[in-house]
């Protein structure tokens, strides 16, 4: 975040914060860049187009290559955790189209 940011207080559940935290601490985030990302993430269809992007790389302080190993990270926990649920084969299993 810059000093240009505004501050912004408001009041939420304790649970909720809790859980923000550690998915920040996942993502190598802090709350606040987290809860911008993710507000940011929810406005997407309005406004830039590239406003995810922008945030997500505020948070990583410019450092494109650390954005690209912690979104490439996040990508492959989230299909791994598809493949566990069974809802999706194994990443190494090839496809109808790839035969």
């Given at each position: 975040?810059?000093?240009?940011?505004?501050?912004?207080?408001?009041r939420m559940?304790?649970?909720l914060k809790?859980?923000?935290?550690?998915?920040?601490?996942?993502?190598?985030?802090?709350?606040?860049?987290?809860?911008?990302?993710?507000?940011?993430?929810?406005?997407?269809?309005?406004?830039?187009?590239?406003?995810?992007?922008?945030?997500?790389?505020?948070?990583?302080?410019?450092?494109k290559q650390?954005?690209?190993?912690?979104?490439?990270?996040?990508?492959?926990?989230?299909?791994?955790?598809?493949?566990?649920?069974?809802?999706?084969?194994?990443?190494?299993?090839?496809?109808?189209?790839?035969?």
């Amino acid at each position: 975040m810059t000093k240009k940011d505004v501050q912004v207080n408001f009041r939420m559940p304790e649970e909720l914060k809790a859980a923000l935290e550690k998915t920040a601490s996942a993502n190598g985030r802090s709350l606040t860049a987290e809860i911008v990302w993710r507000l940011s993430e929810s406005l997407s269809g309005v406004g830039s187009p590239h406003l995810s992007l922008e945030v997500a790389l505020k948070a990583h302080d410019g450092d494109k290559q650390a954005l690209l190993i912690s979104e490439t990270k996040k990508l492959r926990e989230f299909f791994e955790r598809l493949e566990q649920e069974g809802r999706l084969p194994p990443l190494d299993t090839p496809t109808k189209t790839d035969e």
